[in-house]
């Protein structure tokens, strides 16, 4: 008897219709071919997007078999309780397991991890083997500081990322591949998008060669380039065939790396709907932001959008950080929603949708220089270290998680004909125990 092995793919809040439309559209069949398995209708219970219903929050859920009212992981980089066990961690030693790129993974014994490659925002997460964090400096370094950089910071970063592509077949897929390439940063130049999908992709071809030297029995890889794409372009047409030639191309890796497994999971945690344009506030350079608010702090992380965590020395630093930030703003308006980690020397800050909007940033940014808030702070000074940018879709409850027909989904995966996204911790462990 075969011995059995698991591959999951956790392609972040994609949607399965857009894919097939460019399927066809581009005559790329292998990305339809990847999806034809068994498929059911997920959900999830978290409603809120910005509270509960973020892929920081639906993938712990996915890999703690708990609701995110018992994990309470709701920011991304947070690190989950001691107490609570990731699915890889209940395994039998004996199965060996490689984690990638998931959201919110943490890394606490090695027993049986063949290899750990952490989401990028998870700043204090380090990969295993260590050699692997030569590769994750560079994207690391690009999610903390978008889109303020220090050129000997990227540069650096950017060395230890060519010494791991010189050395893989990344370097060998370049090549193949120049011309497109040369191509797509002819026309997209460094969007954002275009290095995520980069990304993305060296990072599975990496995968691939490293699960060939060493196969283990559950491999679980976390994809997010599709989301932040839709999230911030889906309405640029003029980028939609760049979109599907990395999409195409990934695929060829993934059905590359699934040949050595004999069961496949694709899933998606929940997904997106495509809305008109709206906007989100983003600040430019957060160390110049915050010293012009005297606030003092030994430690700031940034997450996808619009907030971050900042870390101070004592509590009374983090006091008067609150007192500061809740005290800015404009027409009766807070800048900044402020929660606070009880006796913890950390703050979590996400800046007001309702304060700032495409509508009054204008008229914000025309205020005259002495308009100041609280007689203390000048507020136009800030404002200009805020940018907008432009949002093109919405997170919605409901997904799709796909299956190779071996797979058997338990009645106790359900509600109401829907399949509960932190049953995935369930569905694995069923699989190793049958």
Same mark, same amino acid.
């Given at each position: 008897?075969?011995?059995?092995?698991?591959?999951?793919?956790?392609?972040?809040?994609?949607?399965?219709?857009?894919?097939?439309?460019?399927?066809?559209?581009?005559?790329?069949?292998?990305?339809?071919?990847?999806?034809?398995?068994?498929?059911?209708?997920?959900?999830?219970?978290?409603?809120?997007?910005?509270?509960?219903?973020?892929?920081?929050?639906?993938?712990?859920?996915?890999?703690?078999?708990?609701?995110?009212?018992?994990?309470?992981?709701?920011?991304?980089?947070?690190?989950?309780?001691?107490?609570?066990?990731?699915?890889?961690?209940?395994?039998?030693?004996?199965?060996?397991?490689?984690?990638?790129?998931?959201?919110?993974?943490?890394? +606490?014994?090695?027993?049986?991890?063949?290899?750990?490659?952490?989401?990028?925002?998870?700043?204090?997460?380090?990969?295993?083997?260590?050699?692997?964090?030569?590769?994750?400096?560079?994207?690391?370094?690009?999610?903390?500081?978008?889109?303020?950089?220090?050129?000997?910071?990227?540069?650096?970063?950017?060395?230890?990322?060519?010494?791991?592509?010189?050395?893989?077949?990344?370097?060998?897929?370049?090549?193949?591949?120049?011309?497109?390439?040369?191509?797509?940063?002819?026309?997209?130049?460094?969007?954002?998008?275009?290095?995520?999908?980069?990304?993305?992709?060296?990072?599975?071809?990496?995968?691939?060669?490293?699960?060939?030297?060493?196969?283990?029995?559950?491999?679980?890889?976390?994809?997010?380039?599709?989301?932040?794409?839709?999230?911030?372009?889906?309405?640029?047409?003029?980028?939609?065939?760049?979109?599907?030639?990395?999409?195409?191309?990934?695929?060829?890796?993934?059905?590359?790396?699934?040949?050595?497994?004999?069961?496949?999971?694709?899933?998606?945690?929940?997904?997106?709907?495509?809305?008109?344009?709206?906007?989100?506030? +983003?600040?430019?350079?957060?160390?110049?932001?915050?010293?012009?608010?005297?606030?003092?702090?030994?430690?700031?992380?940034?997450?996808?959008?619009?907030?971050?965590?900042?870390?101070?020395?004592?509590?009374?630093?983090?006091?008067?950080?609150?007192?500061?930030?809740?005290?800015?703003?404009?027409?009766?308006?807070?800048?900044?929603?402020?929660?606070?980690?009880?006796?913890?020397?950390?703050?979590?800050?996400?800046?007001?949708?309702?304060?700032?909007?495409?509508?009054?940033?204008?008229?914000?940014?025309?205020?005259?220089?002495?308009?100041?808030?609280?007689?203390?702070?000048?507020?136009?000074?800030?404002?200009?270290?805020?940018?907008?940018?432009?949002?093109?879709?919405?997170?919605?409850?409901?997904?799709?998680?796909?299956?190779?027909?071996?797979?058997?989904?338990?009645?106790?995966?359900?509600?109401?004909?829907?399949?509960?996204?932190?049953?995935?911790?369930?569905?694995?462990?069923?699989?190793?125990?049958?």
């Amino acid at each position: 008897m075969n011995k059995k092995n698991l591959i999951v793919f956790e392609i972040n809040e994609f949607d399965y219709k857009f894919f097939i439309y460019g399927s066809k559209k581009y005559k790329f069949p292998q990305i339809k071919n990847f999806f034809k398995l068994k498929k059911k209708n997920t959900i999830t219970k978290d409603n809120k997007e910005g509270l509960n219903l973020d892929p920081w929050v639906q993938w712990v859920s996915a890999h703690t078999g708990k609701d995110s009212n018992k994990h309470k992981v709701l920011r991304i980089g947070q690190v989950l309780d001691k107490d609570i066990r990731q699915v890889w961690e209940k395994l039998p030693n004996k199965k060996r397991v490689s984690v990638w790129g998931l959201f919110n993974s943490i890394l +606490r014994k090695k027993n049986n991890i063949d290899l750990f490659y952490p989401d990028p925002w998870s700043f204090t997460q380090k990969a295993y083997p260590e050699n692997l964090n030569s590769f994750l400096a560079l994207p690391r370094y690009y999610a903390k500081n978008y889109p303020n950089f220090n050129l000997s910071d990227i540069l650096n970063c950017s060395l230890k990322l060519l010494n791991k592509v010189l050395f893989s077949g990344i370097i060998f897929f370049i090549i193949k591949n120049i011309i497109s390439l040369t191509s797509i940063f002819f026309r997209s130049g460094l969007s954002s998008f275009n290095i995520y999908f980069l990304f993305d992709l060296f990072s599975l071809i990496l995968l691939r060669e490293q699960l060939n030297k060493n196969r283990s029995d559950l491999v679980i890889i976390g994809l997010n380039s599709f989301a932040h794409y839709q999230h911030n372009y889906w309405n640029e047409k003029k980028y939609e065939k760049i979109y599907f030639w990395y999409l195409n191309q990934m695929i060829i890796e993934m059905n590359k790396i699934s040949q050595n497994y004999n069961s496949k999971i694709v899933f998606n945690g929940f997904s997106q709907k495509k809305v008109k344009v709206n906007y989100y506030p +983003r600040i430019i350079d957060q160390k110049k932001f915050f010293k012009d608010l005297k606030i003092n702090y030994i430690r700031h992380e940034i997450n996808m959008t619009y907030g971050g965590t900042i870390y101070f020395k004592s509590l009374n630093d983090k006091y008067k950080a609150i007192k500061i930030l809740k005290q800015i703003g404009y027409n009766n308006k807070r800048l900044f929603d402020v929660s606070d980690f009880n006796n913890e020397k950390k703050i979590f800050y996400s800046i007001n949708f309702v304060f700032i909007n495409k509508k009054n940033f204008k008229e914000i940014n025309k205020l005259p220089k002495k308009n100041i808030v609280n007689d203390k702070f000048i507020f136009k000074k800030i404002i200009k270290n805020i940018k907008l940018n432009q949002s093109t879709s919405r997170h919605l409850q409901n997904g799709l998680i796909f299956f190779s027909s071996e797979i058997k989904l338990k009645k106790t995966y359900f509600i109401r004909n829907y399949f509960y996204n932190q049953k995935l911790y369930n569905l694995i462990l069923d699989y190793f125990k049958n």
